[in-house]
């Protein structure tokens, strides 16, 4: 049983480690994450976020609704340009169970490569929203969190709405 992991949790601050074997209970863990975006009407999910440390996401590109399961993905460039979008994240919730969304400044484009579920590498050049799912997600996976990203006052009023882990 997998369990959503809300800030605070330490296990959110986590560097995860990469995943050495491709085996039926990972298989198994990311059909039940996707199944866990999708509940929760998220498109992107990372390991962590259900206390696991280990390098490895699901998302979903919401034009088209299509399904990414990546094993240790890498961002291997970043375009120069950076756009401004709003994020929300699965494991920064409001008093209301929602997200809470705040604009964040990233690389526009990007090149990633990871390992799919069959054990093939691939690769994809992605823009738009999927290359912002992408960063937020490979993130997590460095214990980093979108809201690390807003300056002192943002941070602070976006925080102040924010439910924590209780210890
Ligand atoms: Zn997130």
Redesign the pocket.
Known sequence: MLQMKLCGDPILRTECTPVEKIDDKLLETLDTMVDMMRAQS?V???AP?VGITQRFLVMMTPDDEKIFKMINPVITSRSEKTVVME??????LGGDNL?VYANVSRPESINVQWTDENGETQSAEMSGVPARIVQ??T??LDGK??IDYLSGARREMVMRKVRRHKK
């Open positions: 998220g992107g999910l990372a976020q994020e929300g994240c699965l494991s920064v997200p937020h997600e993130d997590h969190l979108f």
